[in-house]
């Protein structure tokens, strides 16, 4: 090539995605796109020696929930520190738009029991300065961050922000519902959403212990709400289930995406009491694979209830506040990572750490260097 590269990565070890071997080679890049990959000639307006190091595309990372720290961070940790260049987020169902000034701690808590984020962190860090899920994409597309962000409708802010106390009880909606939220949808797409994601799993609880309002969301409501959204421009379903209900809801959910012609993604984990139910399920997507319904089906890497099979990570039934105690398991535990009865002193007794990025004048750090004040 004759033209002068912005940047020239010289000698790294290739892993370009495609399942080959390593090999070494020189990457150009002008514009912001690779143009070259082999032995560059050009000497590049900035190079980087990068021999004996990898070098690799960026992750897209299309389970995430950094819909909270999106709104006080540029830095969207740890997942830009470990070569994510993309990251989805308003996964499960749970994010912060749309949503009404009255339902803010609902969707905090929801969002704490979910994910485990601590509620002051999210209360002292989210300035609330949307309703609209446009309103939040449009504030978001001021900001800048050391990575690409994507989002998509969370299902259980839609249905509170239409149904108000109905939607959080999980009452069936009306079709005056489904229209309002086939609407904001739309909407949605037209801003820059990316997809719509719900959740029908008993997992998914707030912090206080309820059930989140989208678990027994009617095949009416979820094929509403898809197929406007797929209507106005190309969209994901996104969806969680239990393994002991899955031979009732994955059928439908598939019934939607067939409906819709909604392309889906659903998260696939194995189930203690059933191991090899997965194995089934996978046969089911496959099936509806084969009949051409377009399906991916993200499957971590190590399980995500490692945690449950350590003792010292779950606190004692007498020692836990976190839920009303009707609201607990079998194990008389919250199973929450952010149990009060784990937590040896307060959230807002945290040090700051050095170049700690957290709003001033807040004694709250989420930095992972930041330690409990001696």
Request: net charge positive.
């Amino acid at each position: 090539m004759t033209s002068t590269p912005d940047l020239v990565i010289r000698g790294g070890n290739i892993a370009d995605g495609k399942g080959g071997d390593l090999y070494e080679a020189d990457v150009a890049i002008t514009g912001g796109k690779i143009t070259e990959v082999g032995k560059v000639a050009a000497k590049g307006k900035e190079e980087i020696d990068a021999r004996g190091k990898l070098v690799a595309p960026g992750f897209v990372d299309v389970h995430t929930h950094y819909d909270g720290q999106v709104t006080w961070s540029q830095d969207i940790t740890p997942s830009s520190q470990n070569g994510v260049t993309t990251a989805i987020m308003g996964n499960c169902g749970v994010g912060f738009a749309p949503c009404r000034p009255s339902d803010h701690g609902r969707l905090i808590q929801l969002m704490e029991g979910v994910e485990d984020i601590p509620e002051p962190v999210l209360s002292a860090g989210i300035p609330w300065a949307w309703e609209s899920f446009p309103d939040y994409m449009e504030w978001l597309s001021k900001r800048s961050f050391d990575m690409d962000i994507g989002a998509q409708l969370p299902h259980a802010a839609l249905r509170v922000y239409v149904m108000g106390e109905r939607g959080a009880r999980r009452d069936p909606a009306t079709p005056e519902d489904n229209k309002q939220m086939a609407a904001l949808a739309g909407d949605a797409v037209r801003s820059g959403a990316l997809g719509f994601s719900t959740s029908r799993t008993l997992n998914h609880r707030t912090s206080t212990g309820d059930y989140t309002p989208t678990l027994k969301a009617g095949e009416d409501e979820l094929t509403a709400i898809a197929g406007a959204m797929h209507g106005v421009g190309r969209s994901v379903l996104q969806f969680v289930l239990d393994q002991s209900t899955v031979h009732e809801d994955l059928p439908m959910m598939l019934r939607v995406a067939e409906t819709t012609k909604c392309p889906i993604s659903f998260s696939v984990a194995q189930a203690d009491k059933a191991p090899r139910r997965w194995r089934q399920t996978m046969d089911t997507i496959n099936e509806a694979a084969a009949r051409g319904l377009s399906i991916t089906t993200p499957v971590s890497y190590t399980h995500l209830d490692v945690y449950k099979r350590q003792p010292s990570m779950r606190p004692r039934r007498a020692a836990c506040r976190s839920r009303p105690r009707s609201r607990r398991g079998r194990s008389g535990c919250c199973s929450g990572w952010n149990c009060r009865a784990t937590r040896s002193r307060p959230i807002r007794a945290i040090a700051r750490s050095p170049g700690c990025r957290w709003p001033s004048g807040s004694s709250i750090c989420a930095g992972p260097r930041c330690a409990p004040r001696s």
